[in-house]
């Protein structure tokens, strides 16, 4: 299950800083969202401070397999928690663009954790099963910091507080980054670092809108629940019990991606997905809003190993994977964005027409991907030597 190169501790501290590298992406809603109420920060300026963030995390995670094939993981371990650190407890006293330079400045190391635990994952004997469990690993830990902060938050202590325990929590991650391996195991079949040929960036490109989509809609989730009538209190239950979906979801997934076909895995989850999207477009009652709120949040977590045990099978190289999630990533900062063009104050419903779209396109490409088998990549790929 893991690399023959790696011990099962490297593995743990691995999975330890990549999901503090991704726990502040989960739990910017409640902390940016209260800088707002404070005054600290615009609505405008929150959505600018959540994209910048996930932007530079995204381009980071994929410039991270580079990188560290160069620096020892370990030291880039080290030095991403300790930046992560300072720039959280820098954003606790900042207010307007500062606090978008900082956040954008904090998503660099950030996506370094994420790309360190990534490397691992697509150099061990199962990387689709290890990419569903860090998924639901990180979901379980965002949901236990984000009841933590917001009590803390709900104590009136505000969102400084929430700052500084991130930040305090990254002292002992940062110990267990000293866990993390000093060099990387190689690649199977002796394949260095480089770029994917074509059906890699195809498959890629499917990341991209599958998780563009979905958070294109979920970014909504409570303002469509308000558009269907519903209390404000039955809103958050629906992202709670998403989330919940998500947990359950990414279990499901990890347990079953190396046995069940991938890609009638994904066009059925995906066909789902739009599915719900249209029963989100009626605006339906409180129970069929949650119901389908929970099967949402599923199928999302399900898919989502799916996509990585996708990126291997059309690159056994293992290139493509590299950069999932870095795909990922910026298909989640591209998704609430575009789709704030496609909504008014009135009516929200436009999120729902966009990510169906996006998933439409990511149907397709998985569709498409089989008749590419035997097109070439020498000009696609860019090798380089292994340096293991």
């Not at 590298?21 to 615009?42: D, F, I, Q, R, S």
């Not at 004997?125 to 979901?139: D, E, F, K």
């Not at 990511?362 to 340096?387: E, H, N, Y």
């Amino acid at each position: 299950m893991i690399a023959p190169d790696t011990t099962r501790s490297a593995y743990v501290a691995a999975f330890v800083v990549g999901v503090y590298g991704v726990l502040m992406a989960g739990l910017a809603p409640l902390l940016l969202g209260t800088l707002v109420a404070e005054g600290h920060l615009t609505a405008a300026q929150l959505g600018l401070a959540a994209t910048a963030e996930l932007v530079t995390m995204g381009l980071a995670a994929g410039a991270a397999g580079f990188v560290t094939e160069r620096v020892a993981p370990r030291m880039v371990a080290l030095a991403s928690v300790v930046a992560i650190i300072v720039l959280d407890v820098a954003t606790a006293s900042a207010t307007g663009g500062t606090v978008i330079l900082l956040r954008a400045l904090a998503g660099a190391p950030s996506g370094m954790l994420v790309g360190i635990v990534t490397a691992m994952i697509v150099r061990s004997a199962q990387p689709a099963r290890q990419a569903g469990m860090y998924l639901t690993i990180q979901t379980v830990a965002q949901l236990a910091c984000a009841a933590l902060i917001s009590g803390l938050v709900a104590q009136h202590h505000g969102a400084a507080t929430g700052f500084f325990a991130i930040a305090a929590l990254g002292v002992p991650v940062a110990i267990v980054a000293m866990g993390t391996p000093v060099r990387l195991a190689p690649f199977a079949a002796n394949h260095g670092m480089g770029l994917p040929d074509i059906r890699g960036w195809l498959a890629l490109a499917a990341a991209f809108c599958f998780f563009a989509g979905i958070l294109g809609i979920w970014i909504y989730f409570e303002p469509l629940a308000h558009q269907a009538g519903l209390s404000s209190g039955t809103g958050g239950l629906a992202v709670v019990l998403a989330l919940a979906g998500q947990v359950t979801g990414g279990i499901l997934g990890a347990a079953t991606v190396q046995r069940w076909a991938c890609r009638v895995v994904l066009i059925g989850a995906t066909a789902a997905l739009i599915v719900a999207a249209a029963i989100f477009a009626t605006l339906p009652g409180r129970t069929a809003f949650l119901a389908t709120a929970i099967g949402f949040g599923m199928l999302w977590a399900f898919a989502s190993p799916y996509f990585t045990r996708l990126l291997i099978d059309v690159d056994p190289t293992h290139r493509a994977a590299m950069l999932g999630s870095a795909a990922l990533l910026l298909g989640c900062a591209t998704g609430p964005s575009v789709a704030a063009l496609s909504v008014s104050d009135g009516d929200v419903r436009g999120c729902l027409t966009l990510g169906a779209g996006l998933l439409i396109v990511t149907g397709g490409i998985v569709l498409l991907l089989p008749l590419l088998r035997r097109v070439g990549s020498p000009a696609f790929a860019v090798q380089s030597k292994d340096r293991s």
